[in-house]
Protein backbone atom coordinates (compact mmCIF):
# COMPACT_ATOMS: atom_id res chain seq x y z
CA UNK A 1 0.00 0.00 0.00
CA UNK A 2 1.56 3.21 -0.95
CA UNK A 3 1.79 6.49 1.80
CA UNK A 4 -0.42 8.24 -0.09
CA UNK A 5 -3.76 5.61 -0.27
CA UNK A 6 -2.32 4.53 3.42
CA UNK A 7 -2.93 8.17 4.85
CA UNK A 8 -5.73 8.81 2.90
CA UNK A 9 -7.57 5.52 3.70
CA UNK A 10 -6.97 5.48 7.91
CA UNK A 11 -8.34 9.04 8.52
CA UNK A 12 -10.68 7.52 11.28
CA UNK A 13 -8.11 5.62 12.85
CA UNK A 14 -5.72 9.16 12.90
CA UNK A 15 -8.04 11.30 14.55
CA UNK A 16 -8.40 8.71 17.19
CA UNK A 17 -5.12 7.83 17.85
CA UNK A 18 -4.45 11.75 18.47
CA UNK A 19 -7.33 12.31 20.57
CA UNK A 20 -6.06 8.94 22.74
CA UNK A 21 -2.79 10.96 22.78
CA UNK A 22 -3.80 14.47 23.94
CA UNK A 23 -6.43 12.40 26.51
CA UNK A 24 -3.92 10.61 28.02
CA UNK A 25 -1.01 13.60 28.51
CA UNK A 26 -3.11 16.15 29.54
CA UNK A 27 -3.58 18.31 26.45
CA UNK A 28 -8.01 18.09 27.02
CA UNK A 29 -7.35 20.95 29.49
CA UNK A 30 -5.99 22.98 27.09
CA UNK A 31 -7.77 21.93 23.64
CA UNK A 32 -11.25 20.95 22.46
CA UNK A 33 -12.49 17.70 23.25
CA UNK A 34 -14.76 17.65 20.23
CA UNK A 35 -13.90 14.87 17.68
CA UNK A 36 -15.07 17.54 15.12
CA UNK A 37 -11.76 19.79 16.00
CA UNK A 38 -9.73 16.93 15.87
CA UNK A 39 -11.17 16.05 12.50
CA UNK A 40 -10.65 19.58 11.36
CA UNK A 41 -6.65 19.31 11.73
CA UNK A 42 -6.37 15.67 10.56
CA UNK A 43 -7.91 16.57 7.40
CA UNK A 44 -5.91 19.84 7.11
CA UNK A 45 -2.80 17.99 7.65
CA UNK A 46 -3.81 15.01 5.37
CA UNK A 47 -4.49 17.83 3.22
CA UNK A 48 -0.71 18.98 2.97
CA UNK A 49 0.54 15.77 2.64
CA UNK A 50 -0.80 14.14 0.23
CA UNK A 51 -0.43 17.14 -1.72
CA UNK A 52 3.08 16.96 -0.82
CA UNK A 53 3.60 13.27 -2.05
CA UNK A 54 1.28 13.86 -4.87
CA UNK A 55 4.33 16.89 -5.98
CA UNK A 56 7.48 15.29 -4.94
CA UNK A 57 8.23 11.68 -4.88
CA UNK A 58 11.35 12.07 -2.56
CA UNK A 59 11.92 14.13 0.65
CA UNK A 60 12.49 17.44 0.04
CA UNK A 61 16.01 19.29 0.68
CA UNK A 62 15.50 21.38 4.18
CA UNK A 63 18.22 24.65 4.52
CA UNK A 64 18.90 26.03 6.99
CA UNK A 65 18.10 29.78 5.61
CA UNK A 66 14.76 28.43 3.71
CA UNK A 67 11.98 30.55 4.46
CA UNK A 68 8.98 28.37 5.31
CA UNK A 69 6.44 31.04 5.27
CA UNK A 70 6.67 30.64 1.89
CA UNK A 71 6.25 26.93 1.10
CA UNK A 72 3.05 26.18 0.23
CA UNK A 73 2.83 22.86 1.71
CA UNK A 74 4.17 24.80 5.38
CA UNK A 75 0.88 26.61 5.22
CA UNK A 76 -1.32 25.26 7.15
CA UNK A 77 0.89 24.57 9.93
CA UNK A 78 1.67 27.99 9.41
CA UNK A 79 -2.23 29.40 9.78
CA UNK A 80 -2.87 26.79 12.57
CA UNK A 81 0.19 27.62 14.73
CA UNK A 82 -1.20 31.50 13.96
CA UNK A 83 -4.58 30.58 14.80
CA UNK A 84 -3.97 28.86 18.28
CA UNK A 85 -1.17 31.91 19.44
CA UNK A 86 -4.62 34.09 18.80
CA UNK A 87 -6.36 32.00 21.78
CA UNK A 88 -3.36 31.80 24.24
CA UNK A 89 -2.03 28.73 23.33
CA UNK A 90 1.87 28.83 23.87
CA UNK A 91 4.65 27.70 21.58
CA UNK A 92 5.45 25.15 23.84
CA UNK A 93 1.92 23.98 23.99
CA UNK A 94 1.55 23.97 20.01
CA UNK A 95 4.79 22.26 19.62
CA UNK A 96 4.88 19.62 21.90
CA UNK A 97 1.07 18.71 20.83
CA UNK A 98 2.46 18.52 17.03
CA UNK A 99 4.76 16.16 18.03
CA UNK A 100 2.33 14.02 19.28
CA UNK A 101 0.41 14.33 15.37
CA UNK A 102 3.57 13.42 13.88
CA UNK A 103 3.72 10.43 16.55
CA UNK A 104 0.27 9.34 14.93
CA UNK A 105 1.29 8.94 11.68
CA UNK A 106 4.52 7.57 12.07
CA UNK A 107 2.26 4.89 14.31
CA UNK A 108 0.34 4.57 11.32
CA UNK A 109 3.01 3.55 9.20
CA UNK A 110 4.36 0.97 12.09
CA UNK A 111 1.34 -0.96 12.55
CA UNK A 112 0.83 -1.39 8.77
CA UNK A 113 2.45 -2.83 5.64
CA UNK A 114 4.04 -0.09 4.33
CA UNK A 115 7.66 -0.37 3.92
CA UNK A 116 8.00 -3.76 4.52
CA UNK A 117 9.61 -6.49 2.07
CA UNK A 118 8.04 -10.01 1.87
Known amino acids: MA ?7 NEDWLIDHIIDYAKHNGYFQ ?6 RAWRESIVGLNEE ?3 AIRCHAELLPMGADDDYRQDPFCQFALCSGRRHRAR ?4 QLFL ?15 ISDFGRST
Open 3 to 9: LYELIEN
Open 30 to 35: YTPTLA
Open 49 to 51: LLT
Open 96 to 110: SLMKYFRKTYLDLVE
Open 88 to 91: GVTL
